[in-house]
């Protein structure tokens, strides 16, 4: 998953770590994943690119929040 979203452009790939962190929480089924990285994380473009692909992978969406947020 994580090499998708760096191949759809959604993650850079030098920070693949990030996309990473976002495919475990994915396929671990995780409702919500919180996280302080605005820059690669907490963005409103990336939330709904990583949706979209996941939708388009039969995955579940999941929430990609910062911690004041939940």
Do not use: T
Not at 26 to 48: I, M, P, Q
Request: aromatic share 6%.
């Amino acid at each position: 998953m994580a090499r998708r979203y760096v191949e759809a452009g959604i993650f850079p790939e030098p920070v693949i770590a990030d996309a990473l962190h976002v495919a475990a929480a994915v396929l671990s089924r995780c409702d919500v994943l919180a996280s302080w990285n605005f820059k690669h994380l907490v963005n409103l473009r990336r939330r709904a690119e990583v949706a979209a692909i996941n939708q388009s992978q039969g995955l579940p969406a999941i929430e990609i929040v910062a911690p004041p947020e939940l």
